[in-house]
């Protein structure tokens, strides 16, 4: 398992206009995702979206991320992949594309093998390997959960991730998920 990471400005402001169409959805999902102004989203100032990416989307941040991101993922990258490796049935990727970016939500994940995490917060630099973690068990269950509704699939990849397996590599525990009905599911995955 490889993960790469990577600051692409084409591939980031895509997904950044992605986001921007799913803003009313993630507001009825109660996410926090992080977006450009509304001035800008709304053409009401003269500079436009692709200037004002360009302009906070810059070579320092790109390689501060990537840095930050290496830094923070090195340490728990061996043990997580033994982890993943006790997953029954199934297929992890030969490479994962982490994209580093300042908007949307802390995670977002588009399948087979694409990642995108916020780098913006003090939280999203923090819990950047969680996050990580999240996304990535969100890509390799993805076939397995596809018919789930959404708020399901969140509770089944939390479930998996606050398993013994993995809370421990990251030091994290949440009672709430380790009472519900899905973390006894989760067994199953092992």
Known sequence: MKIK???????VFEN????IGQKTEVKKKKLVSFLPPDKILNGKKSESLKNYFN???SN?????????????WKPFES?????????????QK??????????????????PNKIFLRIKTKDDKEYLDVNLAHE??????????????????EKIVNAVLFQKEFAGIFNIKNSKIENSSEFKQARKFF
Not at 62 to 67: F, G, K, S, V
Not at 94 to 111: D, N, S, W
Not at 137 to 152: A, P, R
């Open 5 to 11: 990471f990577l600051t692409d400005e084409k591939v």
């Open 16 to 19: 950044l206009l992605w986001e």
């Open 55 to 57: 302009k906070i989307y």
């Open 60 to 72: 320092k941040f790109q390689a501060n991320a990537i840095e930050l991101a290496k830094k923070r």
């Open 79 to 91: 043990q997580f992949a033994q982890a993943l490796g006790m997953l029954k049935d199934l297929k």
């Open 94 to 111: 030969k490479e994962y594309l982490v994209y580093l970016t300042l908007f949307g939500p802390g995670g977002a994940f588009e399948y």
């Open 136 to 153: 990535m068990i969100h890509l390799i269950l993805h076939e397995k959960l596809v018919h789930f509704s959404y708020v399901k699939r």
